[in-house]
């Protein structure tokens, strides 16, 4: 079963940069896309998916939302992937999750049955 562990939140000043990272074992990602969602305090019932990358081919995806500050990649040596976050803004405080098991490239969260621990973001003066 897929095993997913994010790190790399905290606390940063509108306007820095955060590098997300999620570790990823146990399953063979190869066919499969991998994704970063989000969900902001308050807001228990709602996520947003953020970005997502099919392992093989590179391909990715990166909701509007956060386009041109946002990019996700991936090291295929060591199964991991990153969420790059730029000119933070205090809307993109969240706790953010690495998920995997979608078959194809997709920003629906629920084509993703593996999921981490999640990493705190917060984004203030």
């Known amino acids: 079963e897929a095993q997913l562990v994010e790190s790399g939140g905290g606390w940063v000043q509108p306007g820095g940069s955060l590098r997300l990272s999620c570790a990823a074992s146990?399953?063979?990602?190869?066919?499969?896309?991998m994704g970063w969602v989000r969900q902001a305090p308050g807001k228990e019932r709602e996520r947003e998916f953020v970005a997502a990358i099919y392992w093989m081919s590179g391909h990715t995806y990166v909701a509007d939302s956060v386009k041109g500050r946002v990019t996700i990649s991936r090291d295929k040596v060591n199964y991991r992937v990153y969420l790059q976050m730029n000119d933070l803004r205090p809307e993109d405080t969240a706790v953010y999750y690495c998920a995997t098991g979608a078959d194809h490239l997709s920003p629906v969260e629920t084509r993703y049955p593996y999921w981490g621990q999640g990493t705190q973001v917060t984004v203030s003066s």
């Open positions: 146990g399953f063979a990602f190869d066919d499969y896309a």
